[in-house]
């Protein structure tokens, strides 16, 4: 079977940048793990998060914002193609302090993303107590301030790679589940990409496989330093409209349960829960919102984030493979519209613009002074 481009990876990176390929005319063919893959998709928290993002790498902010920027457009583009709500809303979001040591690291974090990009620009701002119980009432007592952004906002993950799959299916994209990806070779002018489906060739392959971009890659000329970080998540069950925006821990879905979230765990390939880090989570989201301690959890998991050695994103063609390209990314909700709408053009061109310069895994190569 041969194709324009082949995505390895069904995931939100791989799907998004699969329906921005098919978007540009070219014939996709998605080869998908199945769910033996670590599914970090479906593990996401579901948010679209400008503030916080880009310090120490300015070209992230600006890409993180442009995707924020592109969001609606591919929200509005996936309801009337496929009728499949992804839930996205942007109406704004907090990153809360819960003393004044946090409340000075933030005014630190802004101050520094303000003197880059312009406090304008950036649209994060500090926002008091008073200010934020107007935003959000039936704070704890120990919110003290935090961080507001008109640029975020949130999402389902589930329904947005729901609507990717359809998206591409119905522009012509096919989608081969239980397809690992086993083997990449040059075959003439493409590339065959074997797995146990069959094998598949395409004149361009992108690799959006996760964790599994660094074996991949190994066979592509690419060195892709990329690691699990594991993350854990409680839902509890549907309320009624507790919270008119998401904020950087806690979040409601469009069904009504709210998601709790921001765990951060360097302990490899391991995707169980523990009870110990699920009660942190609560604790912590109760000081915010006492009125949580009154719901039940009914749901909760632990998935892998895919994370470069300075935690950005790696966009990589390969010198020893034209036409090979590797995404790897742990923002694939965020970065949906990027990706979608911005990437996918790019390689329909066979080349990555400049403003993705910062981000190949060459950086990692630069030796220490």
């Given amino acids: 079977m041969l194709s324009d481009a082949i995505v390895i990876g069904g995931g939100l990176v791989g799907a998004a940048t699969a329906y921005g390929l098919t978007r540009q005319g070219l014939s996709v063919t998605v080869l998908d793990e199945g769910d033996v893959a670590f599914r970090a998709s479906r593990g996401n928290f579901g948010l679209v998060w400008v503030q916080s993002k880009g310090d120490g790498q300015p070209d992230y902010a600006i890409w993180t914002r442009k995707s924020a920027d592109l969001w609606p457009g591919l929200d509005a583009m996936l309801k009337e193609e496929t009728g499949v709500s992804t839930f996205y809303a942007k109406p704004g979001g907090v990153h809360f302090c819960l003393s004044e040591a946090e409340m000075e690291s933030r005014r630190a974090l802004l101050s520094r993303l303000h003197n880059v990009h312009g406090a304008a620009h950036y649209g994060a701002r500090i926002v008091d107590r008073k200010e934020l119980d107007a935003m959000l009432p039936g704070?704890?007592?120990?919110?003290?301030?935090?961080?507001?952004?008109?640029?975020d906002g949130h999402a389902s993950p589930l329904y947005l790679l729901r609507a990717l799959h359809d998206g591409l299916k119905r522009r012509g994209g096919t989608i081969v589940a239980d397809a690992r990806a086993t083997g990449i070779s040059r075959d003439g002018d493409a590339y065959a990409v074997t797995t146990r489906a069959g094998t598949f060739r395409a004149g361009r392959v992108v690799l959006a496989a996760g964790l599994g971009n660094r074996p991949l890659g190994k066979m592509v000329g690419l060195d892709l330093k990329i690691a699990p970080l594991k993350g854990q998540i409680l839902v509890t069950e549907r309320t009624r409209p507790r919270?008119?925006?998401?904020?950087?821990?806690?979040?409601?879905?469009?069904?009504?349960?709210?998601?709790?979230?921001?765990?951060?765990?360097?302990?490899?390939?391991?995707?169980?829960?523990?009870?110990?880090?699920?009660?942190?989570?609560?604790?912590?989201?109760?000081?915010?919102?006492?009125?949580?301690?009154?719901?039940?959890?009914?749901?909760?998991?632990?998935?892998?984030?895919?994370?470069?050695?300075?935690?950005?994103?790696?966009?990589?063609?390969?010198?020893?493979?034209?036409?090979?390209?590797?995404?790897?990314?742990?923002?694939?909700?965020?970065?949906?519209?990027?990706?979608?709408?911005?990437?996918?053009?790019?390689?329909?061109?066979?080349?990555?613009?400049?403003?993705?310069?910062?981000?190949?895994?060459?950086?990692?190569?630069?030796?220490?002074?």
């Fill in 139 to 151: 704070l704890g007592p120990e919110v003290v301030g935090g961080t507001y952004c008109e640029h």
């Fill in 243 to 369: 919270l008119p925006m998401p904020t950087h821990v806690v979040r409601q879905t469009g069904e009504g349960s709210i998601m709790i979230g921001d765990s951060h765990e360097d302990v490899g390939f391991d995707v169980s829960s523990s009870s110990d880090v699920m009660a942190t989570l609560a604790s912590r989201a109760i000081r915010m919102f006492p009125f949580l301690k009154d719901l039940r959890v009914v749901r909760a998991w632990a998935a892998l984030r895919i994370m470069s050695p300075d935690g950005f994103p790696i966009y990589q063609q390969s010198e020893t493979h034209p036409g090979v390209f590797s995404v790897n990314c742990h923002s694939g909700v965020t970065l949906a519209g990027s990706h979608a709408l911005a990437l996918a053009p790019m390689i329909a061109k066979g080349e990555l613009g400049n403003e993705l310069a910062a981000f190949t895994a060459r950086r990692f190569d630069v030796p220490a002074n």
